[in-house]
């Protein structure tokens, strides 16, 4: 939808706002995740799938509704989930059987003018990871996480959706109810004060349980991606080295064979 008359474009300018999207899911189990009555015999899982700000911050301001297309084999795989109080996930719980792909598509406030945009997760229910370390931790844990780290851009947005996307949140509306204060206010971990419902780009300092994405897993994540750079670019020179051999080879053997 269009934003209000007479708005222009901030020329050069790019926000981003962080947030995750994923899956969690659970095998039935006696004790730990009893079957809910009248579930299908064939189900063996309860699972949700959502969209929420990285630590609980708000994400409302900028996305407006998000639409889970689940596989035609559930009732009524459409859901379009709305008004969710500033904190709070977008998210749908079932239960089945099977994995399979969820369209996700996030609308936008009204305010920036932005088309819906449709994204995929793979809901997963069974242990998986690239190592047997990896898989192994998923078998002893009691839920499957599949999680993704993702950052909206919006490119030159609007005036009035800068002014949104940059101005605080309306303590009145924060997650903590009645007068905003109090119940949602946290000190997270890393000496950061921080809200549940909070409007911001930053990430946590430091990770903990249940929110796995902050400054410490990011600068984990770049380490890894240096160490690999410097093997690959170890793998790279060995090819080269070899290249060169073979190409000292090849000039030796037309040497010897012009003198033959
Ligand atoms: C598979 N391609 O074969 C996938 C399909 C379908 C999952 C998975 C049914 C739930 C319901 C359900 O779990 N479908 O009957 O409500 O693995």
């Given at each position: 939808m269009a934003p209000e008359k007479n708005q222009k474009r901030c020329k050069g300018v790019q926000v981003f706002r962080p947030f995750v999207f994923g899956s969690n899911a659970k095998l039935f189990d006696p004790t730990t995740n009893p079957k809910p009555a009248n579930?299908?015999?064939?189900?063996?899982?309860?699972?949700?799938?959502?969209?929420?700000?990285?630590?609980?911050?708000?994400?409302?301001?900028?996305?407006?509704?998000?639409?889970?297309?689940?596989?035609?084999?559930?009732?009524?795989?459409?859901?379009?989930?709305?008004?969710?109080?500033?904190?709070?996930?977008?998210?749908?719980?079932?239960?089945?059987?099977?994995?399979?792909?969820?369209?996700?598509?996030?609308y936008y406030v009204q305010e920036s003018g932005e088309k819906p945009q449709t994204f995929y997760h793979h809901l997963r229910l069974h242990p998986f990871g690239t190592t047997d370390e990896e898989k192994e931790a998923m078998r002893q844990s009691p839920c499957i996480k599949s999680w993704v780290y993702e950052e909206q851009l919006f490119n030159e947005p609007y005036d009035?959706?800068?002014?949104?996307?940059?101005?605080?949140?309306?303590?009145?509306?924060?997650?903590?109810?009645?007068?905003?204060?109090?119940?949602?206010?946290?000190?997270?971990?890393?000496?950061?004060?921080?809200?549940?419902?909070?409007?911001?780009?930053?990430l946590p300092l430091a990770s903990r349980p249940g929110q796995p994405f902050s400054r410490e897993t990011e600068k984990a994540e770049i380490k890894k991606l240096q160490e690999a750079k410097g093997k690959v670019d170890e793998m790279v020179k060995e090819v080269q080295r070899e290249l060169r051999d073979a190409e000292e080879e090849i000039k030796r053997l037309r040497e010897e064979a012009k003198a033959a």
């Amino acid at each position: 939808m269009a934003p209000e008359k007479n708005q222009k474009r901030c020329k050069g300018v790019q926000v981003f706002r962080p947030f995750v999207f994923g899956s969690n899911a659970k095998l039935f189990d006696p004790t730990t995740n009893p079957k809910p009555a009248n579930t299908p015999e064939d189900h063996t899982h309860s699972w949700e799938v959502f969209v929420k700000g990285v630590d609980d911050t708000d994400i409302t301001y900028w996305c407006k509704k998000v639409q889970f297309k689940l596989h035609e084999s559930i009732p009524n795989p459409v859901r379009t989930i709305e008004n969710v109080a500033p904190g709070a996930p977008f998210r749908v719980f079932e239960t089945g059987w099977g994995e399979f792909e969820i369209a996700i598509k996030l609308y936008y406030v009204q305010e920036s003018g932005e088309k819906p945009q449709t994204f995929y997760h793979h809901l997963r229910l069974h242990p998986f990871g690239t190592t047997d370390e990896e898989k192994e931790a998923m078998r002893q844990s009691p839920c499957i996480k599949s999680w993704v780290y993702e950052e909206q851009l919006f490119n030159e947005p609007y005036d009035g959706f800068f002014d949104l996307l940059t101005s605080p949140l309306d303590r009145s509306k924060a997650g903590g109810g009645k007068g905003g204060k109090g119940k949602g206010t946290k000190v997270m971990r890393g000496g950061m004060v921080g809200s549940t419902g909070e409007r911001t780009a930053l990430l946590p300092l430091a990770s903990r349980p249940g929110q796995p994405f902050s400054r410490e897993t990011e600068k984990a994540e770049i380490k890894k991606l240096q160490e690999a750079k410097g093997k690959v670019d170890e793998m790279v020179k060995e090819v080269q080295r070899e290249l060169r051999d073979a190409e000292e080879e090849i000039k030796r053997l037309r040497e010897e064979a012009k003198a033959a």
